[in-house]
Antibody, heavy 121, light 107 residues
Framework: QLQLVESGGGLVKPGGSLRLSCAAS????????MTWIRQTPGKGLEWLSY????????YYADSVKGRFTMSRDNAKYSVYLQMNSLSADDTGVYYC??????????????WGQGTLVTVSS | DIQMTQSPPSLSASVGDSVTITCRAS??????LNWYQQRPGKAPNLLIY???SLHSGVPSRFSGSGSGTDFTLTISSLQPDDFATYYC?????????FGQGTKVEIK
């Protein structure tokens, strides 16, 4: 079954850390790049990070650079987001999303159900 | 970062109506523009990529057009399932930014 399933969200105190996981199934995982996109009340949908199919290329938005680290384990069909130094601005729903650039245009065609991260004391 | 501005922020329409949503980019983005639909409590779903290419399984009543900085999403003959929020996204420059959304409500 073609799907992405996130886990690891929850309540964390400001300054704390959290690690999100995303399990993929139903497609050849290493053939696709993966991204994390979050949705917050303040900024709406925000594209956070990208990792290539091999894991050799990474990209981070300025808002999370230096605090978040994305990784993947192709043998486990999984992608991860390690989030450190969290603040209230990081509160939102985090989506694991498959990226497909094979048409020559990037598209995000498979989304997980989302996992809620709440940063609050 | 490229700013994406959608209009209107919301609209009311009836089943069977045709509606058009506009998305404007702060810089030229060629045809690198996607549209997504999001229903309450659910993840966004890809509708259209590369400005006008319909994603697999998306009904043909959805169509997209434009190039450069100005783009539109048209839904012809609105169906009950179409009442949702719609987002545009540019994929020309990283970070791939989204519009703020247009909520389509039932009149």
């Amino acid at each position: 079954q073609l799907q992405l399933v996130e886990s690891g969200g929850g309540l964390v105190k400001p300054g704390g850390s959290l690690r999100l996981s995303c399990a993929a199934s139903g497609f050849s995982f290493s053939d696709f790049y993966m991204t994390w996109i979050r949705q917050t009340p303040g900024k709406g949908l925000e594209w956070l990070s990208y990792i290539s199919g091999s894991g050799s290329t990474l990209y981070y938005a300025d808002s999370v650079k230096g605090r978040f680290t994305m990784s993947r384990d192709n043998a486990k069909y999984s992608v991860y987001l390690q989030m450190n130094s969290l603040s209230a601005d990081d509160t939102g729903v985090y989506y694991c999303v498959r990226g497909d650039g094979y048409s020559g245009y990037d598209k995000f065609d498979l989304w997980g159900q989302g996992t809620l991260v709440t940063v609050s004391s | 970062d490229i700013q994406m501005t959608q209009s209107p922020p919301s609209l009311s329409a009836s089943v069977g109506d045709s509606v058009t949503i506009t998305c404007r980019a702060s810089h030229r983005i060629s045809s690198n523009l996607n549209w997504y639909q999001q229903r309450p409590g659910k993840a966004p779903n890809l509708l259209i990529y590369a400005t006008s290419s319909l994603h697999s399984g998306v009904p043909s009543r959805f169509s997209g057009s434009g190039s450069g900085t100005d783009f539109t999403l048209t839904i012809s003959s609105l169906q009950p399932d179409d009442f949702a929020t719609y987002y545009c996204q540019q994929t020309y420059f990283t970070p791939y930014t989204f519009g703020q959304g247009t909520k389509v409500e039932i009149k």
